[in-house]
């Protein structure tokens, strides 16, 4: 399908940019899930060290939890990167 002045949701005529409101609600949903599943491994992760019966066991569990809290921070970095206005969340 081709765009005629008009007939999109954004661009130039109407003052939005061309990826809309669409596309930011696609990706504070992506962000969101991503966060609560990261959250999710996160926690197990600290269970799995919390239980561990020996130094080997804990090292690695503790290698996910580093592991898990860097990719949230991953995460939030790209968030920033794409939705400015979130800097502070």
Known sequence: MISTPGSHSGGPET???ANGPTIDTDLR???HRLNNQLGIIL?????????????TNRARAAQLVSSALDAMGTAKSIRQITEPGLAGS
């Open 29 to 31: 949903l992506l962000f």
């Open 15 to 17: 003052g939005r940019p």
């Open 43 to 55: 926690a197990h992760a600290e269970l799995l060290e919390a239980k561990s019966a020996d130094d």
